[in-house]
């Protein structure tokens, strides 16, 4: 009898510290999530300065072309993959990638690529006369974010630079600087 | 003497651990650690102030190479090893993440033995507990005297509890609740500061805003936008205002002293969006931003941090002088943002046929060296009556044109934007600070103010008395406190053991009183 009570209050004890160990494993599991939760935000952040980095999804934007006949809209883009660059007449080496952009052109659309130049709040006077003076025509949309949202959106800091946006919208790589032929179809291959 | 430390209870941390669980549980319960956590946090705290942090360095030079150049191979280091963001960097979050942990466990753990062994304490307490405490005295007495000191204690409002002839005496057990309520306080603290990490929580954004421009607010997410109406810069002006010539001497010395650095501004709200992407806005107010005194809205607030020292041109005017007649066509003013490239003058038709916002001359040709109008320039050229075409390039301080115009171009007036540098910032942690620190302060007061203090009293034998005496702070105030009452009632007066052995009594760790 005796020893049943003593087996009894053994099992007892056991079940009493088996409780104990599940609280206590759940709360320090509770509070150490928390603390990651928190590290990864601040991972995060530290990545997202506001500017749109490889790996970002690109955002949305509606703007009007140089010459006010088209509009475009990154969401509705239907081809596969996009280049979107941003640039400015002031820009010594956006000036000298336009012309060899505009030469490969034709190769990138039979890749299903297009290429967007976006003007950073330029006049249309000043773009239109910069363009005029390039000694090429371009064929390649430029597109006027006259009231630098698009800018500010991407966090544009060096000029030029290009972002390879792939089929889905993700940006895929930003590349900060000017143009070659064969960066210019490296950025095309990585779009698709 | 005996170990009173949470009242003899068994810390469920000094028991043997078992599981890994129970090892992790004993390593942040132990009160070493939690001590090596906070000395932690403050030397690297303190190291983190030795170099500003990065969100104070100028922007030019990117924080890779500024730590370097401005403080040489320390401020690599300091750079190298994330102290230049520390207070968010994950180790440092990590040691608070620990401490947090390691306020909760110790608080669990020794709380509820201590709630337990205070809750179920026995009224006659054993020789050896007597013996043991601080405080104690034996000699003779009698329960009548034991009676009479209950009584006495009752005045001075100590909780009284009997068991035969056996006293406990108790007043302001819930003193000794006051570090737990200080943990909790301080674990709040730290959530609520953890908790700013969050946009939700915490937004912090500069907004250049120039004067007569609208933008979106990123801290609210683009659902707000500002337009900055002006931005106002007055000095203190002793000549003319009666109030500031009290200063004249002072700001003769200083030269020019602003008085007030002000953003009159729109708020607006987003609705929805317009066919060509623009944000359709609603007018929500009108405010204004002064330093120190922000606008504020909904949960964010304004603050006029910066402004641009140099002020941005939004239009400019000309006339046309016929400088054989003497006759002036105009004015005519191009908006340096959307500019009009014909204006018809009568006689004379000018076209605007470029425009150069930050005017240089680069190889050769005239240039824009960025897209902001600091220093305009522009080519224009008038078409005279005869039908010929003249060119001039006019800018600030410039004039390039053919000696033989017979028109001039003449500056007719310029109107300029400042641009504002506002703060926008939300703050949605304050009250759980609030609390957090409340909280703290309450549990340290409780701690600090009401000392726990018990007064045992037993027969011993047949005609002596023994009594003790425990406080976990200021014994002497005890003894001051109770010795004249068992002087009163003719009880054995207590002497303080501390004052005779410094030394811990060797038994006291193993035995710990009896629980």
Same mark, same amino acid.
């Given at each position: 009898m005796k020893k049943e009570k003593t087996g009894d209050r053994m099992q007892q004890a056991m079940a009493h510290k088996k409780k104990r160990s599940f609280w206590r494993l759940m709360v320090m599991t509770m509070v150490l999530f928390a603390g990651a939760v928190v590290v990864m935000q601040l991972i995060e952040q530290a990545g997202n300065d506001g500017r749109v980095e490889a790996g970002d999804a690109a955002p949305n934007f509606k703007l009007v072309s140089l010459d006010g006949a088209t509009m475009l809209e990154r969401e509705n883009y239907e081809g596969k993959g996009l280049l979107l660059n941003f640039w400015g007449t002031f820009c010594e080496p956006c000036k000298k990638e336009m012309p060899v952009v505009q030469e490969n052109y034709a190769t990138l659309q039979d890749m299903g690529v297009d290429f967007w130049a976006v003007n950073v709040g330029e006049t249309p006077l000043r773009v239109d006369n910069f363009v005029n003076g390039l000694g090429v025509e371009l064929d390649y949309p430029i597109l006027m974010d006259t009231r630098s949202e698009v800018e500010k959106a991407y966090g544009i800091?060096?000029?030029p630079v290009t972002f390879v946006i792939d089929e889905d919208g993700n940006v895929i790589e930003k590349y900060e600087g000017e143009l070659t032929k064969e960066k210019l179809m490296e950025l095309a291959e990585k779009s698709l | 003497m005996l170990d009173m430390k949470y009242d003899g209870a068994d810390l469920r941390s000094k028991r043997r651990p078992r599981s890994w669980v129970d090892r992790v549980w004993s390593f942040f319960a132990s009160v070493k650690v939690g001590l090596w956590l906070i000395a932690l946090i403050i030397a690297g705290s303190a190291v983190g102030t030795i170099f500003p942090q990065e969100m104070y360095i /100028? &922007? &030019?030079?990117p924080a890779s190479q500024y730590y370097t150049q401005e403080y040489g191979s320390a401020g690599t280091l300091y750079y190298t090893l994330g102290f230049h963001n520390l207070y968010t960097s994950w180790w440092y979050i990590g040691l608070i993440v620990m401490l947090t942990l390691s306020l909760i466990v110790v608080s669990i753990d020794r709380f509820f033995p201590l709630y337990k062994a205070l809750k179920n304490q026995p009224v006659r307490r054993t020789d050896r507990f007597m013996r043991g405490q601080r405080l104690t005295g034996e000699g003779k007495g009698s329960d009548e005297q034991i009676d009479a000191l209950g009584e006495a204690l009752k005045a001075k409002r100590y909780q009284v509890k009997r068991d035969g002839d056996a006293l406990l005496a108790e007043k302001h057990r819930f003193g000794r609740w006051g570090p737990y309520v200080n943990h909790i306080g301080l674990v709040i603290f730290f959530v609520g500061a953890m908790l700013r990490v969050f946009p939700a929580f915490y937004t912090d954004t500069l907004e250049w805003v120039r004067e007569g421009d609208t933008v979106a607010l990123e801290a609210t997410e683009d659902e707000y936008y500002l337009r900055n109406d002006q931005f106002i810069l007055e000095m203190y002006d002793p000549e003319n205002n009666e109030e500031d010539a009290k200063f004249a001497e002072a700001i003769e010395k200083a030269g020019a002293v602003p008085k007030n650095y002000e953003t009159e501004l729109t708020l607006f709200k987003k609705t929805g969006t317009n066919d060509d992407g623009s944000p359709v806005l609603e007018e929500v107010e009108a405010g204004s931003t002064k330093v120190n005194h922000p606008f504020k809205f909904d949960k964010y607030e304004v603050y006029q941090e910066q402004y641009s020292s140099r002020p941005e041109f939004l239009s400019m005017s000309f006339s046309i002088g016929? @400088?054989?007649?003497g006759e002036l066509y105009g004015p005519f003013t191009v908006d340096l943002d959307n500019p009009e490239t014909t204006y018809a003058l009568g006689e004379v038709t000018v076209s605007l046929k470029d425009l150069y916002p930050d005017f240089e001359v680069r190889n050769g040709v005239p240039d824009t @060296?960025? /897209?902001? %109008?600091?220093n305009p320039a522009f080519f224009f050229t008038v078409d005279t009556p005869e039908g010929t075409s003249e060119t001039n390039l006019i800018g600030i301080r410039m004039n390039v044109a053919d000696d033989e115009n017979r028109y001039a171009v003449q500056f007719a007036g310029t109107e300029m934007a400042s641009t504002s540098g506002l703060r926008v910032k939300s703050d949605s942690t304050y009250p759980i600070l609030i609390l957090g620190g409340t909280i703290f302060m309450i549990g340290i007061v409780m701690g600090m103010y009401w000392p726990h203090r018990r007064v045992w009293v037993r027969r011993h034998g047949e005609t002596d008395v023994l009594v003790a005496g425990f406080t976990n702070k200021n014994p002497s105030s005890l003894r001051r406190e109770v010795s004249p009452l068992l002087e009163k009632a003719g009880l054995p007066i207590w002497e303080d053991q501390a004052m005779f052995e410094k &030394? @811990?009594? %060797?038994?006291s760790t193993t035995e710990r009183g009896e629980s």
């Open positions: 800091y060096n000029l | /100028p &922007q &030019q030079l016929d @400088k054989e007649t @060296k960025s /897209p902001r %109008a600091l &030394q @811990k009594d %060797a038994n």
